[in-house]
């Protein structure tokens, strides 16, 4: 991680470091959190490294393991699966808001992020195509014009982006999400409502079953 800039907030600062590093693996799971080797590396004091690691426990991103103090928290497939069965009924209706808001902007967004995913697939780069498929699903949440759709899942990304490196490094099983986008989306320019939310619904189905089976 990069040292951190003088900035307003050095609590968010090192919360959104400290989240992204466990979120994209380089804090791996069961990484033992050093406040004093945090600090340096972020050229922060403790405080905020405190308040950052409690915001993230109570998040469910780290945990305190007795003896080995706080460490980041294993990927829970129970915990994958509630967000899952959250998703099967959330983004089913924020696809549906969102074919109804949708404007020539959106559609050009969606169509530029399903060619940035799929570049990613022929690139080899799991790391792309994680941040095209949120950008995707947050772009579905955006436009459906709840904000509370939007405020929700977007904590619950970040945990499902520290189980997508598995899935989305697998090209099969890569194509069949961008393909799967894709659909909604055609669904959604063509004013079906009805039907992109149906995709949107199958897709979360399908999602699950890939981390699954992982």
Known sequence: MDALGPKTSLVDQTYQAMLDAICTGQL????????????????????PVNSAIAMLKTQRFVEDTGRRGVVVAPVDPVFFQSIYQ???????????????NLTEAGIAQAIEVIGAGEI????????DAIRADMRFHDLTYALSGNTLIRDAMKL???????GMAVVLANPGMTEAVWTEHREILDHMIA????????????????????IVSE
Not at 28 to 47: I, M, N, T, Y
Not at 156 to 162: A, G, I, M
């Open 120 to 127: 990613a697939i022929k690139t080899g780069k799991p790391e």
């Open 191 to 210: 004013g079906d409502a009805k039907r992109a939310a149906e995709a949107a619904c199958l897709h979360v189905i399908n999602a699950a079953k890939r």
């Open 28 to 47: 791996k799971p069961g990484a033992r959190l050093s406040q004093d080797q945090l600090a340096a590396e972020l050229g922060v004091s403790r405080q």
């Open 86 to 100: 959250f998703r099967s009924g959330v983004d089913p209706v924020a696809v549906e808001l969102a074919t109804q």
């Open 156 to 162: 619950n990304w970040r945990h499902l982006q520290r």
